[in-house]
């Protein structure tokens, strides 16, 4: 692990020690409307799914229902421990959680027809951009489907942070269109637009994606 990546850890998991969850305000048990309209739909690919920065797992369980298997990672051991303690649905299979971080994703080519990002891509550095979207497009099976929520405004507390991260990931204008250019030709988009997606998150420049993968 990196130094950057070792001092991001540390911090994420002083906050999660210190804090009740009910205190983190992006924290919802609620699945966006757009991933419950998504996992209605009859061409949704058939695999495996993987919630990248999974927190405490809220996400991660809800595709249980139309993936197996489920992985959930996330930086922080605390909220993998708690995540791992996340109730299983009715008729569903448990989901699999492990501590690890982006844009290292220890998975295989192809491994997964689903990847979810709900907030960890516009926390990262930069020069981490590249590479993430090079790794989400490398463990996406041909046809596989990539659901990406961002916001240049994080919730309060980390807002210099979020917007350090945001300011060199893409360059200049908005964050709708930094994803479009930082996703590679192998990702096909699918719908790319500004859109408020958490409550908890203050007004700002925020962003859905759907990609899919190029067979």
């Known amino acids: 692990m990196t130094e950057e990546a070792s ?3 540390g911090k994420w998991e002083e906050r999660y020690a210190t804090r009740d969850l009910s205190q ?3 924290l919802t048990s609620e699945l966006p409307a757009q991933l419950r309209e998504l996992l209605q739909r009859d061409d949704l690919p058939k695999g495996a799914a993987l919630d990248v920065g999974c927190g405490p797992g809220t996400m ?3 595709l249980t229902s139309a993936f197996h298997p489920t992985v959930g990672f996330d930086i922080v051991r605390d909220a993998v421990e708690a995540a791992r303690k ?3 649905p009715e008729g569903a299979r448990p989901a699999t ?6 844009p290292d994703m220890p998975f295989r080519d192809g491994a997964f027809a689903f990847v979810l990002d709900r907030g960890c891509l516009h ?3 930069g020069p981490a951009w590249a590479p993430y979207f090079d790794t989400v497009q490398r463990i996406l099976q ?7 929520f961002a916001a240049r405004k994080a919730p309060q507390g980390f807002m210099a942070r979020a917007k350090k991260a945001i300011g060199g990931g ?3 204008g908005s964050l709708v269109e930094r994803i479009q250019r930082m996703a590679p030709p192998s990702l096909e988009p699918l719908d790319v637009r500004a859109l408020t997606w958490a409550e908890g998150v203050r007004r700002g420049d925020q962003a859905y994606a759907l990609f899919r993968k190029r067979a």
């Open 7 to 9: 001092d991001k850890r």
């Open 24 to 26: 983190f305000s992006w």
């Open 60 to 62: 991660t369980v809800g």
């Open 86 to 88: 996340q109730p299983v």
């Open 97 to 102: 959680f492990l501590v690890a971080s982006a």
């Open 123 to 125: 926390v990262l550095p």
């Open 142 to 148: 041909p046809g596989g489907l990539f659901q990406l």
């Open 170 to 172: 893409g360059g200049q």
